[in-house]
């Protein structure tokens, strides 16, 4: 079993940045795929962002394509995702997720492990 604690959210104004961890207790990442995912109230959870096992290979949503980046250190057993030139509808809570496979998916359903979730609000 692994615990996934997000923490880095908060009130930004637009065009600002933010950095959001995630940190695995129980047992290692590092064979894990991790993903970012938010929720704004009244609507779907949204796929934000995606990292295999190695770092390597990364995956992320239209929407943030280009000011987001995710980022793992494996021997922290965190996984991070840094989000410059925010904008309003970047307002929601993000949720860091743990796959049991390496392999990262833009898909909810193949996610095993969910954290709390953190709130990011961005003003206008």
């Known amino acids: 079993q692994v615990q996934l604690v997000e923490s880095g959210g908060g009130l930004v104004q637009a065009g600002g940045s933010l950095r959001l961890s995630c940190a695995a207790s129980?047992?290692?990442?590092?064979?894990?795929?991790v993903g970012w995912f938010r929720q704004a109230p009244g609507k779907a959870r949204e796929f934000v962002a995606g990292?295999?096992?190695?770092?390597?290979?990364?995956y992320y949503g239209d929407s943030v394509k280009g000011r987001f980046s995710i980022s793992r250190d494996n021997a922290k057993n965190t996984v991070y995702l840094q989000m410059n030139s925010l904008k309003p509808e970047d307002t929601a809570v993000y949720y860091c997720?743990?796959?049991?496979?390496?392999?990262?998916?833009?898909?909810?359903?193949?996610?095993?492990?969910w954290g709390q979730g953190t709130q990011v609000t961005v003003s206008s």
């Open positions: 129980g047992r290692t990442l590092s064979g894990n795929a």
């Open positions: 990292i295999g096992w190695r770092g390597s290979i990364t």
């Open positions: 997720a743990a796959d049991s496979n390496p392999w990262a998916t833009r898909f909810k359903d193949d996610y095993d492990y």
